[in-house]
């Protein structure tokens, strides 16, 4: 699924039980990887004020957690702005967090001006970017000069061992089914392992990141590979 309205339509869809359909893919674990990716973020900036972009923001779940966490750590968060290109994701945030701002929106043209956020994040939703590379010269736009880019992605693993071939079944055969049942829409759960096949593994990703004008400051796996951590800070312009 190359075209991405086709893949903006199919979130429109599901978009009323994606939340429910995560958490019963994940068991709720996916909220950890994120809650890591903020705290990484957010100790660098302590007593200090940030702004940030959520992007690919879906039901708003990732916004959620920089506005919590950010309490803890003393970091002032001036302006948290979610985007993504679905109506029907946008509508279902909007309704769960009445008090932050959204912006309907693609990643390779947020419409935010240049160099206004300190920290771009995107969940799960860069490997749904048709046009990658452009919207990763579009992050390098918006973002400062020493901003940090945080993506979390089901990277594509490397094929060897026992636990590769559990985890490729698991994503494959088991996630589809689950999340094809509470959706009601089959064909949407099964793109998910396409998606991830057509992904890129973690170091092709990093040279891809590299060329946008960004340096890795931390790349981290969990659950067997299943979800990869990317952090990396913008060292030039483009």
Excluded: H
Aim: net charge positive; proline share 3%.
């Amino acid at each position: 699924m190359k075209n991405q309205n086709k893949i903006i339509d199919m979130f429109n869809k599901i978009a009323p039980t994606y939340d429910k359909a995560n958490k019963a893919m994940s068991f709720g674990i996916d909220e950890s990887w994120r809650k890591e990716a903020c705290a990484a973020i957010l100790a660098k900036f302590i007593n200090n004020d940030l702004s940030i972009a959520d992007v690919a923001c879906g039901t708003g779940d990732m916004m959620r957690l920089w506005s919590d966490m950010s309490k803890g750590y003393n970091a002032n968060i001036t302006s948290l702005i979610g985007i993504d290109p679905s109506s029907g994701m946008l509508e279902v945030a909007k309704t769960k967090f009445p008090n932050f701002k959204f912006i309907q929106a693609d990643a390779a043209n947020t419409t935010l001006e240049d160099k206004s956020v300190d920290v771009i994040s995107i969940s799960y939703g860069i490997r749904n970017v048709v046009e990658r590379v452009k919207a990763l010269e579009e992050f390098n736009r918006i973002l400062k000069l020493g901003g940090y880019l945080v993506v979390l992605e089901f990277a594509k693993p490397d094929k060897k061992g026992i636990i590769s071939k559990a985890r490729d079944f698991y994503i494959s055969k088991i996630l589809p089914k689950v999340g094809g049942f509470i959706s009601k829409n089959k064909e949407a759960y099964e793109y998910l392992p396409d998606s991830i096949e057509n992904f890129l593994d973690k170091e092709s990703f990093v040279r891809e990141l590299n060329g946008a004008g960004f340096e890795s400051q931390l790349v981290k796996s969990y659950s067997f590979d299943i979800s990869t951590l990317f952090i990396v800070k913008k060292v030039r312009d483009l």
